[in-house]
Each structure stands twice: as C-alpha cells, then as structure tokens.
C-alpha cells in the first residue's frame, strides 16, 4: 500500500516537472564563456562565442535579425525568432550560428537552411502583439562549445531583474550595423512602468519591456529584431524576451519592448513539442 502510495505521488511530481518543461535538459549553458568580460547601444563586444544559442537571421545572405536556438522535449533544434522579421518562404531563410564577427573567419560556424517557419497565429503587425515565430531546420546542429541550445522562461520576470540583450543590430540610433557581436545587460521593468512610457501601445500581455527609465543609453536596436534577452536563472539562461520594438533606440524616456517568452510559452510548446 507504501509502496503504490509512493509511485503514485512520484507520477504527480514528475507530471508536474514534465508540465513546465518545454525544452530539452542542459539548456542555457555556455562552455566557451571566457572570463575575460562579463555593443547593440551602450553594450560591449561579447566575448567571443559566449552566447552559444544566438543565430544570425539571414535573407538571400544577408543579416536581418537575430534569433535564439531552443531545443524541444524530443532533441530537436528549432530557431526562435521575431514575427515582424519574416515575411517570405523559408526557403529564402538561412541562420548562421556559432559566428562572432560576421565578416571574419568564424572556425566553429554552422549554417542551416529553413524548411518552414509559423508566426504566432495572433501576431498583429500593426501592434506587433505577439510578435514571435518559430522556425524549424532543413539539417540538425551538431552540439559543440560554441553552439548550445537556450532555456525558455518557465516562470514570470520581475521588475529589476537583470536581463541581456545580445546582437549584431545598430550601436545607435540610425547609425550602422556592429560587425561582431555586442550584448547590453538592463533592468527588466514591471508593466506599470512600460505602460506608462508607452500607453496603450504596451500590451502587458505579451509583452515586456526593459531599460532604464529617465537614462536610457542601453538598448537594443535596428536589426536586433528577434534577438534574445536573457536572464541567468537556477545555472543556465533563459529566454525570457525577444527583441521586439522600441520608440528609437536607448531613449531615455522610452524602454525597448520584447515579446513576453514567459507568457508565449504555451504557444511555442505546441509548436516544438
Ligand atoms: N524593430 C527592430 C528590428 O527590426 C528592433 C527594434 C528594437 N528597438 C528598441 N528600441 N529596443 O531590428
């Protein structure tokens, strides 16, 4: 009678860590991280190969924006990106991963071709509510160093939470593209404070937003799009947003805005898994 009591309360317990599980163990870890240091607008150069789940979203070849490695329950790759970065046939789509500078000679980089992509089926291009898609590989990685898979959000932010935002966009408003990638560390801010920089356009339900409000200086930017902001959270990074929107860049009154990965989860699960 012990004996089945236990086996039953395990299957409750692991029912209930399967349920918030929506990617594979070991996520979130960066063997390359050097310790050396630890620019987007007001960042620094990343060491190199540090954040091992970033990809550059390429189009016919060419930059567009970022993206995030997640792998599923199963052990497939899929790439996590933004809604508003995606407009043609995957076939178009390309993702170089394990790159630092995307003109130099990057020895551990793998490319993968796209063999179909899904928007979130919400996503509102007026609003860019939802502004999330998830785009499945023609070929699988092979787990190096240097290519790691992220943790998706399992549990709300909080405002003040530390978060990085990592990517190869502008290192200023209007100014030019970084050619090795650059990450900036921000508070996250609580709902209330994105609200009130930006009114209604905020929809706290899918959305998050971080800076430092009445300073600013630290942001993500042009071609940053659908590039993570992480936080380190029990040993490994989690996804918590994906770069989104912003009114400029790094404006002191005026926050950058990331779709909520904690609140999409449930949509991305159903997608990966
Ligand atoms: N929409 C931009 C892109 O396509 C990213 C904007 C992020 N802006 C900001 N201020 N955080 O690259």
New binding site residues.
């Given amino acids: 009678m012990t004996a089945l009591y236990l086996a039953f309360a395990l299957c409750v317990a692991l029912a209930a860590a399967m349920e918030s599980r929506i990617t594979a163990p070991g996520c979130g870890q960066t063997p390359a991280r050097s310790l050396a240091s630890h620019r987007i ?1 007001g960042g620094i150069e990343a060491d190199p190969y540090s954040w091992p789940f970033i990809c550059s979203l390429q189009y016919s070849g060419s930059h ?2 970022g993206g995030s490695l997640v792998k599923s329950l199963d052990g497939t790759f899929y790439f996590v990106t ?1 809604a ?2 995606l407009d043609r046939q995957a076939r178009y789509y390309s993702i170089s991963c394990a790159v630092h500078d995307r003109f130099g000679s990057n020895p551990h980089q793998q490319v993968f071709d796209i063999s179909s992509y899904v928007n979130h089926e919400g996503y509102n291009a007026n609003t860019f509510a939802n502004d999330i898609s998830v785009m499945a590989l023609k070929s699988q990685p092979t787990e190096t160093n240097q290519l790691q898979p992220v943790c998706v959000a399992d549990s709300d932010y909080y405002g003040g939470e530390t978060a990085y ?1 990592i ?1 190869w ?1 502008t290192l200023s ?1 209007g100014g030019s593209a970084a050619r090795r990638l650059m990450e900036v560390s921000k508070p996250i801010l609580t709902d209330s404070q994105c609200r009130s920089a930006y009114g209604s356009s905020y929809d706290s339900s899918v959305m998050v937003c971080s ?1 430092i409000l009445g300073v600013g200086g630290k ?8 590039g993570p902001m992480v936080s380190y959270r029990n040993g490994g990074w989690h996804l918590v947003g994906v ?9 002191p009154e ?5 779709a909520d990965v904690f609140s999409l989860r449930n949509w991305l699960n159903g997608k990966i898994n």
């Fill in positions: 607008v567009i924006c933004a508003h970065c935002v990517g966009g408003e800076g942001d993500a930017c042009q071609g940053d799009s659908g770069v989104s929107w912003g009114y400029g860049c790094a404006r005026y926050p950058g805005v990331y």
